[in-house]
């Protein structure tokens, strides 16, 4: 097997010499070997390119001169004995490049029938044009940018209602097919003018081309993926965002499995608020036509707490349970259902639909459906006050900003997904390093005096930063003040880029820290409404959904 891992590839070759190939974009489980043999600031594919040839020995491996970072894959690959070819790929179609990048095709056959004491032959080579297949009958989504990770796109491809394109930079391969001669120097002629034509890459000089990947009327929404360390498709991500009014999503790969859990909750939050397609939400609450007491049920299974909410058919709460979630998922479920049950005085076979939401949802098995918390939150918010434009969801491992439209439905978010900073486990950390309860914590930083700014992003540092202010024998009431704004403006960071509108709301436990509420406010100039139970906005419109299906 060879593997390639672009695009302009000339894959076709290998058929001539008989071999079999394969696109490569493996997802490492860490990165651990290629942390030793290359710059942790190169680009996440290539460090996972090289982690997984390096351990599955992975060869030949076929590369194009994309980037410094696949400039320096090739080095390493090398330098660890690692059969590598490299084309250097022009950055146009012109016709000098053509010829340039012929001399590289021609020496690949050369270069390929020295290594595998194979011969090319013409007849195998032009036998290789099958057309590329990407036909989509109606609406469909396309996943643009840059190369993706294979699990994540699988699971794009299982997820989505409507059908998939991968328009991504090694997805659209479109050549012709080869006239029918056997004098190579005309076939590659032909084949090189073929390569450098297609649908251009961000690379390219000229990416007119890629205008028809947005121009078709059947493209109802873009999950637009960019890779970590690598800025070719920032750009254009930009101008679909302001130019295009179909939803978009951007994501990030990084090639590990460690942010898929996130990025899985983020793209079913997309899926679930599409306007188009068969599984379309429409989050407007019915109002149940019978009143006969049938009651719904919403847990939400998060990484702090599990909460458990209980409506009755005219969608009153009739009882909530809030616990912490344990190491076992289901069980932290079940007790939450229980106790949420007891105080209602109600038995299990007395709920008719329960829906789940939250990072555990599809590990609990006694729901009859699951729905995200981005989807969940926004129907609850909306359910709490029908005036709430924006709900910033500041939950114990990640926080989130959800614009909502008049009905509720989610017009766009933004999620923290990469670190701590801004979210409950952030203020536990620093209550540690004070010596504070967190009940200590939500009212400290009212009686400050002086103001003290936290100014590092990263909770790590941070808390080197509180240590150095706690021995500088600051006032404990000014080092809280100083994080609750940093927690402020963290939130603001992230809801900034997408704008935000009153009126606003809080949800999640770090809603009971009314100084961390106060800073929010402040820096909104704007009041902030917080429901008396925060932390089960996601259960009630999980709830909700429940009372809906
Ligand atoms: S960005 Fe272009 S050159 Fe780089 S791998 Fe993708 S298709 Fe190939």
């Known amino acids: 097997m060879t593997y390639y891992i672009c695009k302009y590839t000339p894959v076709e070759i290998l058929d001539g010499f008989g071999e079999k190939y394969r696109l490569y974009n493996p997802v490492a489980q860490d990165c651990a070997r290629a942390d030793q043999l290359i710059h942790r600031n190169v680009c996440s594919f290539s460090r996972a390119l090289i982690e997984t040839c390096v351990k599955n020995n992975s060869n030949p491996i076929v590369l194009t001169s994309c980037c410094d970072s696949i400039q320096r894959t090739y080095d390493v690959l090398q330098a660890e004995g690692h059969k590598v070819f490299m084309l250097y790929l022009p950055h146009n179609s012109q016709h000098c490049s053509k010829l340039v990048y012929k001399e590289q095709i021609l020496k690949f056959i050369r270069d390929y029938a020295a290594y595998s004491g194979k011969k090319f032959s013409c007849a195998k080579f032009r036998a290789a044009f099958k057309q590329n297949s990407q036909s989509v009958v109606g609406g469909y989504i396309g996943v643009m940018g840059a190369r993706m990770g294979e699990k994540m796109l699988e699971f794009i491809k299982n997820t989505s209602p409507l059908a998939i394109r991968n328009n991504t930079c090694t997805g659209v391969r479109n050549l012709g097919n080869p006239p029918l001669t056997d004098d190579l120097e005309e076939l590659m002629d032909w084949y090189t003018d073929q390569l450098l034509s297609q649908t251009a890459c961000m690379r390219m000089t000229d990416i007119s081309s890629r205008r028809a990947l947005v121009d078709d009327p059947n493209l109802k929404g873009i999950i637009y993926n960019t890779v970590s360390f690598c800025d070719f498709y920032g750009f254009e991500y930009a101008h679909i965002k302001r130019s295009l009014d179909v939803p978009v999503l951007k994501i990030e790969t990084d090639y590990t499995p460690q942010v898929a859990a996130q990025l899985k909750t983020r793209l079913e939050a997309f899926f679930e608020n599409l306007k188009v397609g068969k599984n379309k939400r429409q989050f407007r609450y019915i109002t149940p036509k019978h009143f006969q007491q049938i009651y719904t049920a919403g847990i939400d299974s998060g990484s702090t707490s599990t909460n458990a909410v209980i409506l009755d058919s005219q969608q009153r709460i009739v ?231």
Not at 351 to 376: H, L, M, Q
Not at 469 to 495: F, P, R, T, W, Y
């Open 319 to 549: 009882s909530f349970s809030v616990l912490p979630t344990g190491a076992h998922v289901l069980q932290s479920a079940e007790k939450a259902f229980d106790s949420a049950l007891n105080k209602a005085g109600l038995s299990q076979n007395q709920i008719s639909r329960i829906v789940t939401t939250g990072y555990g949802r599809t590990n609990i098995d006694f729901c009859e459906k699951d729905v995200t918390e981005i989807t969940c939150h926004a129907i609850g918010a909306h359910f709490l006050n029908n005036a709430v434009r924006t709900v910033i969801d500041i939950g114990g491992q990640d926080s989130k900003v959800i614009h909502l439209d008049e009905d509720g439905k989610v017009l766009s978010f933004v999620m923290n997904d990469k670190c701590a900073a801004g979210t409950g486990r952030f203020l536990e950390m620093m209550a540690q390093s004070l010596g504070l309860t967190i009940q200590q914590m939500s009212t400290y930083g009212l009686k400050w005096e002086e103001q003290i700014t936290i100014s590092s992003m990263c909770s790590v540092f941070a808390q080197s930063e509180v240590v150095s202010l706690i021995a500088a024998d600051k006032k404990l009431e000014d080092i809280v003040h100083g994080i609750n704004q940093s927690v402020a403006s963290k939130v603001m960071a992230l809801g900034g880029r997408t704008g935000m509108k009153p009126e606003y709301m809080i949800t999640g436990g770090v809603a009971k820290n009314i100084g961390v509420v106060r800073a929010v406010e402040q820096r909104l100039g704007s009041k902030v409404i917080v429901p008396e139970q925060p932390e089960i906005c996601g259960a009630l419109g999980a709830a909700i959904i429940a009372s809906k299906d």
